[in-house]
């Protein structure tokens, strides 16, 4: 919360996308402490927003990636002056001598020219996920209306259609890491080993700042003439007849939407105009020789109704994604006794049931599930090679017992070898761990040594509970490119957080 209470209004509560926080901190929270407001802020993934607005959560403004999301509300979700704030074009961005390589420099480039690379396994990508993200979700319908042919709307039977669906396909197989956010996107591909990231073009331009300032090479930004998916970020006021709400709201969006603010934005990589020609940018931001190309008009894409978004969505994570082996190490040491072995199973009956479908986190039939259970030991592995038949992986959740250490680096171990032969073209692989203690067993060095020696990028992600020692999670996370996620308050929560990440 921001308290600057000079003047006498109550608190502004605005929900917005995780990706807009640079934006609040940097320009909006300024202009509030100018004019005295007091505002609370809640950040969130873009079709959380959603869930939450609709459940009736109460804010006073909303600010999301994207005005195809608000088409998603109920009736009862009262929005009123919204304005685009900038636009943002979601492109690829390919290692400069990746892009040479595969000729894309200097030459008119398609989506299919794209896809062609993929399928040639000559290049693959990160992404934020499509099921949580509005970069991952856009760029997807973006892909998807390219391949189907850039119909004037997008309709099921387009999605029914067995070749949109395979070349839909071979573009996933190219997906090397998934995020669940788009910060998150940026930071594991600037500490990681990757050659191409398919995500917004400002966030491709704070990479490059990041690169060149390390002295690594910088992404050269990919445009396919034949339709780019834009996002738009509106900022919205949420009418409840409150006047004084009201003209705080529109005093920061005008201020948003001011030459100032709009000059503001610009200096983060955000377009301000719509369309493609702006030859009046500062080159140090969009800068040429990252490819980044304000000089042409961009195609934007045409984004379906609502109903086809939420069928799409179904359609991309039951049928289109690459899928999963991810391996579950579970903690049962003693420590874990009444609530934290509750709170386990609950998350687990959540994440492994259709349960999941609620937010777009269910595995499929494709998808590999192990689950290791660890105490004084890590030597049991429950499997199945089809994510929808995992009752038997519950019967032996809800049966094992809770006693004895926290062997937390031996399971890690164990999941690793678990997958240092799956084949990482075929799968998308991860490790989740899930602990409420200190590991008393084995040493993290066993750990690092024993993850160089695979020479695969596995992410490992953990999840905290009770009095779990942050330090040896983080150093895990450092290790291998994951992220540690707080159980704390909600484990539901968290593994529904940490299943967008794989």
């Known amino acids: 919360m921001i308290f600057f209470g000079y003047k006498d209004y109550s608190t502004f509560k605005v929900i917005a996308s995780q990706e807009n926080e640079e934006l609040i901190n940097d320009i909006v929270k300024p202009y509030a402490y100018s004019k005295g407001y007091e505002i609370e802020v809640e950040y969130a993934g873009t079709l959380e927003i959603i869930q939450k607005l609709n459940k009736g959560e109460s804010y006073d403004a909303v600010w999301l990636s994207n005005s195809i999301w608000g088409y998603m509300l109920d009736d009862t979700v009262k929005l009123s002056e919204s304005k685009f704030t900038n636009i943002s074009p979601i492109i690829f961005g390919i290692k400069k001598s990746k892009a040479e390589e595969l000729g894309f420099i200097g030459k008119t480039i398609y989506t299919q020219d794209i896809v062609d690379a993929i399928s040639e396994g000559k290049l693959k990508f990160s992404m934020s996920n499509p099921s949580i993200t509005n970069s991952g979700a856009s760029a997807y319908l973006g892909m998807l209306s390219t391949l189907a042919g850039n119909p004037e709307v997008l309709t099921k039977e387009h999605l029914e259609n067995k070749e949109v669906k395979e070349k839909l396909k071979t573009f996933y197989t190219g997906l090397e890491r998934s ?25 491709i331009i704070n990479i490059n700042k990041k690169l060149e300032k390390e002295g690594k090479e910088p992404l050269y930004a990919i445009y396919p003439v034949d339709g780019v998916a834009i996002s738009d970020s509106p900022l919205a006021y949420i009418d409840k007849k409150d006047k004084s709400k009201k003209d705080i709201f529109e005093d920061i969006q005008g201020y948003i939407v001011s030459d100032e603010g709009q000059a503001l934005l610009q200096r983060k990589g955000k377009r301000t105009w719509y369309g493609g020609i702006n030859n009046n940018v500062d080159k ?41 082996h991810i391996v579950f190490c579970l903690d049962y040491s003693g420590s874990m006794m009444g609530s934290g072995i509750a709170g386990l199973k609950s998350a687990m009956d959540y994440v492994l049931t259709s349960k999941a479908a609620n937010d777009l986190i269910q595995f499929s ?26 009752q038997t992986l519950l019967d032996n959740i809800n049966n094992y017992p809770v006693t004895g250490m926290t062997a937390l680096y031996p399971a890690s171990i164990n999941a690793l070898k678990l997958l240092k032969d799956e084949d990482d073209n075929t799968y998308n692989l991860s490790v989740v761990l899930m602990t409420d203690g200190v590991a008393n067993v084995s040493t993290f060095t066993e750990l690092r040594n024993n ?22 999670l983080e150093e895990i996370a450092e290790l291998t490119n994951g992220k540690v996620f707080d159980g704390r308050s909600d484990l539901v929560s968290a593994f529904k957080e940490v299943r967008g990440y794989n």
């Open 284 to 324: 140090t931001v969009f800068n040429p020789n990252w490819g980044i190309d304000t000089s042409k008009y961009i195609t934007p894409l045409k984004y379906p109704s609502a109903e086809v978004i939420k069928l799409a969505l179904n359609v991309y994570q039951n049928e289109l994604r690459k899928p999963v």
């Open 365 to 390: 039939e494709k998808d590999k599930i192990d689950i290791i259970p660890f105490s004084n030991k890590a030597d049991k592995v429950w499997s199945t090679a089809n994510g929808t038949e995992t």
């Open 451 to 472: 993850y160089k020696q695979i020479k695969k990028q596995i992410p490992i992600y953990s999840i905290t509970f009770g009095s779990a020692d942050e330090y040896e």
């Open 179 to 203: 995020s669940g956010s788009e910060d998150f996107l940026e930071e594991l591909f600037l500490k990681g080993d990757y050659e191409s990231v398919f995500t917004y073009e400002s966030s």
